[in-house]
């Protein structure tokens, strides 16, 4: 009996894990399917379809972008071209299918670059175009730059009801730059304001380019949408690339899967690659087997094959994202190359600390940074430490939207509690035995006796500002830059009823709230563009606040000298709003050097000591007064006033101040 007993568990386990067994494949299949967008879940590629890359020579292959100002149609046009060519279904709303982010879909801007791979016939031969939906403000400019690397030509975009606006202006001679082939287009065009011979006439006297036969299209209702490709494929060049060469590839993209590790966009400039095959970084000399080789169809598709000319991406073991490093070359495992040129490293403009708001999280925010840095590789990392904060990292960023975005992305994809610190630009300071150092910290920044020693000169960065609005507003706008420490360079009429301006402007003026007030004061209608402009001599100071006399070296800040009172008074106010009272007086105080500007107390917390004297002389309150006074006055010289993380986190929220 016992036996049989036994027999039957043996038999019911082995049931139990062969049903266990069988399920494990669907069940992982479903975790990474459910790890999907919905976009990717409900637009993903037929997985029965077969590609057969090598039937696509370079000379059917064509790699384009779409490029333009912020919201002028980039993304819908997009998701058009892919419901055309048969990438996605044409079925159900489609909108911003390679906006894959949640941030961008919560703002409506696109902020990263995203390839796709789509296939189609023409008079009868089948063409391989690999498109790059590219970001529009310029903040992002360093991912349109990348993007225009690897490709051999580019659609211009521009609003037909807007017009030329500023990122067009830069993002064209970006473009330009590059030797690149251009195809204006214009989009909106079903819009009861659009005004297409206008911005015709905008574009040709701008860019110098034809218009006779310009497109006009509307990418929302699909208007002359069939016409778009054609035009790729008859007026952009094929990529030059040669199959029978020895491998080589072009490292522009990368982002990390938490399956497979880090996940590489390549450019196959020359050569062959297949699955199996062992490679090496030109940059590191790290050696790596390819795992998984394909393209983005709108997401990974396995090929097992790229060559030269295509676009796909590549798996390869590399599990630390320092091994990812953008511009490097590929090559295959003992043959010699030529390495590929790469790109130039972003500048950063913009500079703030990043902290944990729990301490215990550091290292855990510490993986996660270096995860979102090797998908934005515009962004540098240097560790440091505040005595207020604790350990941290100070980080550079293209602008002010940029550094927003990366917050952003680490509270929504890490489910980071972080506090970031008043932004700062780099200021440059030439010493007098000619030596120079940037400063990116206040901490750093020279105190009195070193600068009237040692210090020759201090400089702070410029740029050149472009402005595009509508010319009843060229008043107000004069007013705004003039208030900014604006010089004018010049003015222009771009058609009878919009001015271009450019303005020399100082960096650390337009990386506050400049944009927001060019908005303000324009009803929405001005563009603004920046490119850096070298560095200027400056007055600058040093401003720290004073709790009770002792600094606060995460609210100091480098600033020049003409703003010190206006800024100095609006932050010991806001300060004064977020410390809470204590059991003695606190003084708020901003300073520079030895001289205080402004000042406020917050008043102590009071105990009724009083309360227990029905009547009597009064000399009894007064003597329990002035006891009181005293006990205040000792506790105030051992007391410590320590700025809490709430209250530092709510002065730097301006929407809460």
């Known amino acids: 009996m016992n036996s049989l007993l036994c027999q039957r568990g043996s038999l019911l386990r082995t049931l139990h894990s062969s049903r266990l067994c069988s399920r494990l494949p669907s069940q992982l299949y479903f975790k990474r399917w459910n790890s999907k967008s919905t976009t990717e879940k409900l637009k993903a590629a037929d997985p029965a379809k077969t590609i057969d890359l090598p039937s696509f020579p370079a000379e059917n292959i064509r790699n384009f972008s779409i490029i333009a100002h912020i919201d002028h149609g980039k993304s819908t046009l997009a998701d058009r071209l892919l419901e055309l060519t048969k990438t996605i279904s044409a079925s159900g709303s489609n909108k911003q299918v390679l906006d894959k982010l949640k941030v961008e879909r919560e703002r409506g801007i696109t902020v990263k670059a995203q390839t796709v791979s789509m296939f189609y016939n023409y008079k009868g031969k089948d063409y391989l175009l690999n498109l790059i939906d590219t970001p529009g403000h310029v903040d992002f400019s360093y991912e349109v730059s990348r993007s225009l690397a690897a490709c051999q030509g580019t659609l211009l975009l521009v609003d037909a009801a807007q017009g030329i606006q500023a990122q067009t202006v830069a993002n064209f001679y970006l473009a330009f730059g590059e030797g690149l082939e251009i195809i204006p287009i214009l989009n909106k065009i079903d819009l009861p304001g659009a005004e297409p011979e206008r911005v015709k006439q905008q574009i040709e006297s701008a860019f110098e380019l034809e218009t006779d036969a310009i497109l006009q299209i509307s990418a929302k209702s699909g208007i002359n949408i069939d016409q778009v490709l054609p035009n790729v494929i008859e007026k952009i060049p094929p990529p030059v690339a040669f199959k029978d060469r020895a491998f080589r590839g072009l490292l522009f993209d990368s982002w990390y899967d938490k399956y497979v590790g880090v996940v590489c966009m390549l450019g196959v400039k020359d050569g062959v690659l297949l699955k199996g095959d062992k490679v090496v970084s030109a940059y590191s000399g790290t050696k790596y087997e390819i795992t998984e080789v394909g393209i983005m169809h709108p997401e990974q598709v396995p090929t097992g094959y790229l060559h030269a000319g295509q676009v796909g991406y590549i798996v390869c073991g590399m599990k630390s994202a320092s091994e990812a490093h953008i511009g490097d070359t590929f090559h295959h495992l003992g043959q010699t190359v030529e390495v590929l040129p790469g790109f130039q490293p972003a500048q950063s403009m913009v500079f703030a600390g990043i902290f944990p708001v729990d301490t215990n ?10 995860k979102l840095t090797l998908n934005d590789a515009s962004v540098s990392v240097h560790k440091e430490t505040s005595h207020a904060l604790g350990q941290g990292w100070r980080l550079g960023f293209l602008g002010t ?78 007013e705004l830059c003039g208030s900014r420490r604006g010089e004018q360079l010049e003015y222009v009429f771009v058609d009878q009823t919009r001015v271009m301006m450019k303005y020399r402007l100082p960096l650390a003026e337009v990386v506050t709230d400049f944009y ?59 300060l004064k709003g977020v410390i809470q009272r204590q059991l003695f007086d606190v003084s708020i105080q901003t300073a520079l050097g030895g001289k205080i500007i402004a000042r406020e107390t917050v008043q102590a917390m009071r105990k009724n000591v009083t309360a227990k004297c029905y009547g009597g002389d009064v000399s009894r309150k007064m003597k329990l007064l002035q006891k009181q006074k005293e006990g205040k006055k000792r506790m105030k010289m051992i007391g410590n006033v320590e700025l809490p993380q709430k209250a530092f986190y709510d002065f730097m929220d301006k929407s809460k101040s």
């Open 401 to 478: 939207l940029h550094m927003d975005v990366f917050r952003q992305r680490l509270e929504n994809e890490y489910d980071a509690n972080i506090i970031v610190t008043q932004p700062t630009v780099p200021y440059k300071i030439t010493y007098k035995d000619g030596s120079s150092r940037l400063v990116r910290n206040p901490s750093e920044f020279p105190d009195s006796e070193e600068r009237s020693f040692k210090v020759a000169k201090l400089q702070e960065p410029m740029v050149n500002a472009t402005l595009i609005f509508p010319e009843e507003y060229m008043g107000k706008l004069i």
């Open 361 to 370: 999280d550091f290292r855990k925010l510490d993986e996660n940074i270096k």
């Open 516 to 574: 927001d007030e060019l908005k303000s004061r324009s009803s929405g209608y001005a563009s603004f563009d920046y490119e850096e402009a070298g560095y200027e001599d400056s007055d600058l100071v040093k401003m720290t606040v004073l709790l009770n006399s002792k600094p606060v070296d995460a609210l100091s800040i480098i600033l020049h000298k003409s703003q010190t009172d206006l800024v100095g008074r609006d932050w010991v106010k806001r």
